[in-house]
């Protein structure tokens, strides 16, 4: 069992920038990929950025620019750089962790997720 552990989150004003941070317990499987994701309520989770198992490095089209995913990967570690935060990016942020001992995996989906983090808030007025 995977334990990921999400920090970083609170409130901002439009235009500000929080940093999320998400602690792995371990990476499971020969080929393993993180990821953010949020969800607001009522809505469907959605994918927000990754680092799939061989390093490429992916964003949702309306972060682009402005989000930045890192890893240290000695540290079990994954962060999640956001700036000039918008409203709309107001959301519950999960942290996500896919495996697979066959074939490389990317965590762009949802359904390719095996465990996830708590949740953490981002608030953005404006």
Do not use: H
């Amino acid at each position: 069992e995977v334990q990921l552990v999400e920090t970083g989150g609170g409130s901002v004003q439009a235009g500000g920038s929080l940093r999320l941070s998400c602690a792995a317990s371990k990476y499971e499987g020969y080929f393993t990929c993180m990821g953010w994701f949020r969800q607001v309520p009522g809505g469907r989770r959605e994918f927000v950025s990754s680092i799939d198992s061989n390093g490429g490095i992916r964003y949702r089209e309306s972060v682009k620019g402005r989000f930045t995913i890192s890893e240290e990967k000695d540290k079990k570690a994954l962060y999640l750089k956001m700036d000039s935060l918008k409203p709309e990016d107001t959301a519950m942020y999960y942290c996500a962790q896919g495996y697979s001992w066959l074939a490389s995996v990317e965590c762009t989906a949802w359904t390719n997720i095996d465990y996830w983090g708590q949740g953490t808030q981002v608030t953005v007025s404006s």
